[in-house]
């Protein structure tokens, strides 16, 4: 079974910063294709925010946080971040990272659908 980790989650002010950590087992990394950030506001459908194709490393970001977030990894901790910077009241839920463990086209990043292995998400809340 895959696990998933989310932490950094929290409280901040709109145009503060916060990053988030994905830690993955070993064998949940060894064997995911992407991996990717979703989050979902109350009262709303869940999005994607970005993810990475973790064979070739190439980030993908929703254009709604493009230019303010930004993804990384420590291949050596099986850990992905995501870095929000110029947080808005509208970025706050509840952020969870998943796994895919088959290959898809990059171009379906952002279909939840396409991810097998889920974490138990991280509160993020931006006050105005």
């Known amino acids: 079974q895959g696990q998933l980790v989310e932490s950094g989650g929290g409280s901040v002010q709109a145009g503060g910063s916060l990053r988030l950590s994905c830690a993955a087992s070993a064998a949940t990394a060894g064997r995911s294709y992407f991996i990717g950030w979703f989050r979902r506001a109350p009262g709303k459908e869940r999005e994607a925010v970005g993810g990475?194709?973790?064979?070739?490393?190439?980030?993908y970001y929703d254009d709604s946080v493009k230019g303010r977030f930004t993804i990384s990894r420590d291949n050596a901790k099986s850990t992905l971040y995501l870095q929000m910077s110029s947080l808005e009241p509208e970025d706050t839920a509840m952020y969870y990272c998943?796994?895919?463990?088959?290959?898809?086209?990059?171009?379906?990043?952002?279909?939840?659908?396409?991810?097998?292995?889920w974490g138990q998400g991280t509160q993020v809340a931006v006050s105005s």
């Open positions: 990475v194709n973790t064979r070739t490393g190439v980030p």
């Open positions: 998943a796994a895919a463990d088959r290959s898809f086209f990059s171009t379906s990043w952002h279909d939840w659908s396409q991810y097998s292995y």
